[in-house]
């Protein structure tokens, strides 16, 4: 999942953090067999919108790193970090960024 935001409400008395979170699908059944990881992309409606939700923020169990599935073609330099998963359409989830993403994801393979 992308967070797309925070907020938070309050009802009887109670604050509840939240987010706005837009979801990922797997691309295939297995991971990559070039580089050993997942490939990603954005999730759709059954009316082919993104799909999106608010969740409550505890839900949130570890965040992930998603890479570009970058072409053969060069990317243009107005390009910034911040317009990635805006700019790509499908993302290698990085199980090497730290040892409880690699332990997370490797239960994956068994």
């Known amino acids: 999942m ?4 925070f907020f938070s409400f ?17 691309v295939r059944d ?8 997942w490939i ?3 999730a759709l409606t059954a009316n082919h919108h993104l799909a999106t939700a608010v969740i409550h923020v505890d839900t949130i169990y570890h965040a992930a790193h998603l890479i570009p599935l ?4 060069p990317i243009p330099r107005t390009i910034k ?4 998963y805006n700019a ?4 290698y989830m990085n199980r090497f960024i730290d040892h409880h993403a690699f332990s997370l994801l490797s ?3 068994l």
């Open 10 to 26: 309050i009802s009887q008395s109670k604050c509840y953090p939240c987010t706005v979170v837009q979801w990922f699908d797997c």
């Open 107 to 109: 239960d994956l393979y």
């Open 70 to 73: 970058y072409g053969t073609h």
């Open 40 to 42: 990603v992309c954005p």
């Open 30 to 37: 297995d991971p990559d067999l070039d580089m050993g990881m």
């Open 2 to 5: 992308c967070i797309l935001g």
């Open 88 to 91: 790509f359409t499908t993302f």
């Open 81 to 84: 970090p911040h317009h990635s």
